[in-house]
């Protein structure tokens, strides 16, 4: 795993304590000079633009453009099919934490 994904993965986990992460988008596909597509997965999580700035503060002096979804997994299981949502897309990636 390179680098930058394994810090990327340690500061989220150091600062949210999520139950998966996963790395989705072209970077998840292979795609070497892509931005870090990641879906963070924490069960009861209510405010998730709060857990997402947070962990934002902690990858601001990553070397990569990084994007980051904060979801409930209940959530995300009711929407994964539903059109339009990014949500079936990044359930395709690669999983590279799980508690």
């Given at each position: 795993?390179?680098?930058?994904?394994?810090?990327?993965?340690?500061?989220?986990?150091?600062?949210?304590?999520?139950?998966?992460?996963?790395?989705?988008?072209?970077?998840?596909?292979?795609?070497?000079?892509?931005?870090?597509?990641?879906?963070?997965?924490?069960?009861?999580?209510?405010?998730?633009?709060?857990?997402?700035?947070?962990?934002?503060?902690e990858l601001t002096d990553i070397?990569?453009?990084?994007?980051?979804?904060?979801?409930?997994?209940?959530?995300?299981?009711?929407?994964?099919?539903?059109?339009?949502?990014?949500?079936?897309?990044?359930?395709?990636?690669?999983?590279?934490?799980?508690?």
């Open positions: 795993m390179p680098d930058v994904l394994q810090a990327i993965i340690d500061r989220i986990v150091q600062t949210v304590e999520p139950d998966r992460i996963v790395l989705f988008g072209s970077r998840g596909q292979g795609a070497a000079d892509s931005d870090y597509d990641i879906l963070v997965l924490k069960r009861g999580v209510t405010h998730r633009r709060r857990v997402a700035q947070a962990i934002y503060l070397p990569a453009p990084v994007d980051v979804i904060v979801e409930d997994p209940d959530r995300i299981e009711k929407y994964r099919n539903t059109p339009g949502f990014i949500y079936s897309e990044a359930l395709k990636g690669r999983v590279v934490y799980e508690r």
